[in-house]
């Protein structure tokens, strides 16, 4: 089955600085790649996602980039703030499964 | 505005109880997932239903098992609680989409559940 891979586990940046976090999946046939970010004692809600078929999605200060040769995917987050401090989860879904494979995720501190 | 339910936000079991985590979504989704979330973990799936009494294994399905009798309920089941299913637990529905369609998957709030 797929699996996916995330890092860092944690990253700390000042704001207004970017933010990168980087995830690997091992299924080529994965076609779907959604980002979801979980506020402290909240629940994951998504925020942004990327299909196969696209190479760069952008949305405001938060984008998405994917390589497919290489079978990885990237959040970027520029201008950070610190309403961005959360846990960031990226996934994966492989052709039209049901499931999606998460990571491990990322935790973001965005310091004054 | 979409919205999925789960009954308990916090939950203290003994080991051995029974217990049921209930989730219900109003969105008249086909889809819905149980996932337990532990630190360093991520979010790992326990069990899936893609429509009424349909039911597959995800990750981790040892020492659950799941009931989907009407569409819009998911019930994740403990048969007997161990302190190593203390965790938070969260549901989540979506819409059945063929490849290609936009296939948003909502979340629970989620329940932390302690065995003692």
């Known amino acids: 089955g797929e699996n996916v891979e995330q890092h860092p586990s944690t990253l700390s940046v000042q704001e207004g600085d970017s933010a990168v976090i980087k995830c690997t999946y091992s299924d080529s046939a994965s076609n779907y790649f959604p980002w979801y970010k979980q506020e402290l004692g909240k629940r994951p809600q998504l925020i942004i996602d990327?299909?196969?078929?696209?190479g760069e999605k952008k949305d405001q200060r938060i984008a998405v980039t994917l390589n497919k040769t290489a079978k990885h995917f990237s959040l970027h987050i520029t201008e950070t703030q610190p309403e961005d401090s959360a846990v960031y989860f990226c996934a994966a879904r492989t052709g039209t499964a049901s499931k999606l494979t998460f990571g491990t995720g990322t935790r973001l501190q965005v310091t004054l | 505005d979409v919205k999925v339910t789960q009954s308990s936000r916090y939950l203290v079991k003994r080991t051995g109880e029974k217990v049921f985590l209930e989730c219900v979504q109003d969105?008249?989704?086909?889809?819905m997932f149980w996932y337990r979330q532990d630190p360093g973990l991520g979010l790992r799936l326990i069990y899936f239903s893609y429509d009424v009494k349909m039911k597959e294994k995800g990750d981790i399905p040892e020492g659950y098992s799941v009931s989907r009798e009407k569409k819009e309920r998911f019930s994740l089941i403990l048969e007997s609680a161990s302190t190593n299913q203390t965790s938070m637990y969260l549901c989540a529905s979506r819409r059945y989409r063929l490849a290609g369609g936009k296939n948003i998957q909502y979340f629970g709030a989620g329940t932390r559940l302690s065995v003692l």
């Open positions: 969105m008249d989704h086909e889809n």
């Open positions: 990327i299909r196969s078929n696209v």
